[in-house]
């Protein structure tokens, strides 16, 4: 069976552990031939700027070559619905796609987000297991209902920054029982909760003590991530709370990760949803808020806007660890892809 990389939940802790090793060695020695001779196709559904540049420069650093599609702009519209008299705007199927893909590369990058309107039909996630379904090489999330590469590098920038010097710890270890606080933060509009899914499930994987800091119970995740991130902290010895309260999330907080993401209950109704958000800018991650923290370091994903999500004094603060983040996607990913396609490495 061919071997995806949909979601981190898919993969043993060991695995990611030889991936952000991997990673790690890929960022003291960027270049390489790891994927000499191999390609990727990288298919956007939706803008990128860090997971195009980094794919891309990724597979060019390890001999490798990347080909980027956007399918209805650059490439046909596909449809991904089975048994579909296809009369409409989508010019080929998913089952066609996919296996020719496969035939010209050795793996497949997707990003697809939700289309926003019917949650119990994005959940689901259909494009991304739409391509699994079909293409006989791997195929690799670069951003659906989850964010797996995200996490990655969420993951290794905390343990660049938390990293022990005792030699017979590991870089997972000096992350347990540490504070980290995951808090919905002010945006104008309804964002994805891709983000917010995939750090819940990897913090809880890593052994944090989480919270999962939103307005209101209607900015809880989906049940699906929930219960996943209750499982991975049941097993890792972490734990995992619920808040509404700003002061005592941030209260001692070792690491603050902030996005913004929609209601679930108001899916496909954001006009009812944006009185309810706009009621919480306060939720920005500010100076006042940090200095509860533990000095603790902040992060997002990023793109991020300035002053509606994260402060200018928070985003410049050298407790900012956002752009190494960024920059970790490029060697988290290469450590994917040749995971992927050169495992003897
Ligand atoms: N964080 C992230 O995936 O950035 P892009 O949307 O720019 O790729």
Not at 206 to 213: A, N, P, Y
Not at 258 to 272: D, I, R, T
Request: proline share 5%; charged share 25%.
């Amino acid at each position: 069976m061919t071997r995806h990389f949909l979601n981190t939940q898919d993969w043993t802790r060991a695995e990611l552990d030889a991936v952000l090793a991997q990673a790690a060695r890929f960022k003291r020695s960027p270049a390489g031939d790891a994927l000499k001779g191999k390609s990727i196709a990288l298919v956007f559904f939706n803008p990128s700027l860090r997971t195009r540049t980094s794919f891309e420069l990724g597979a060019f650093q390890l001999g490798g070559h990347a080909v980027v599609l956007q399918p209805g702009k650059d490439a046909w519209p596909i449809e991904f619905d089975l048994g579909t008299v296809m009369d409409g705007e989508a010019e080929e199927h998913i089952a066609e796609v996919a296996r020719v893909l496969g035939r010209y590369v050795d793996m497949i990058g997707v990003r697809a987000f939700p289309k926003f309107v019917d949650w119990s039909l994005d959940r689901q996630d259909r494009v991304l297991q739409g391509f699994a379904r079909h293409s006989p090489v791997p195929v690799i999330n670069m951003e659906t209902i989850t964010h797996p590469c995200q996490e990655l590098a969420h993951v290794m920038a905390l343990q660049e920054r938390f990293g022990t010097t005792d030699p017979g710890s590991s870089p997972g270890q000096a992350l347990r029982g540490k504070k980290y606080v995951l808090t919905w933060t002010y945006h104008p509009k309804a964002l994805n909760t891709a983000v917010a899914n995939s750090a819940l499930t990897i913090a809880t994987r890593m052994g944090l003590d989480v919270t999962l800091l939103c307005p209101t119970p209607e900015y809880v995740l989906d049940e699906r991530y929930m219960d996943w991130a209750a499982k991975n902290a049941a097993e890792s010895g972490g734990t995992l709370q619920v808040s509404h309260d700003i002061d005592s999330a941030y209260s001692g907080a070792d690491i603050v990760y902030a996005k913004s993401w929609g209601a679930l209950p108001y899916f496909g109704n954001w006009e009812a949803e944006k009185p309810i958000r706009d009621r919480f800018r306060h939720f920005i991650v500010d100076e006042a808020k940090m200095a509860k923290t533990n000095d603790g370091v902040f992060s997002h994903c990023l793109p991020l806007r300035r002053n509606v999500k994260a402060t200018d004094a928070v985003m410049d603060s050298p407790n900012c660890i956002a752009i190494d983040e960024a920059e970790n996607r490029l060697h988290v990913q290469k450590a994917v892809m040749a995971a992927l396609c050169a495992p003897e490495l």
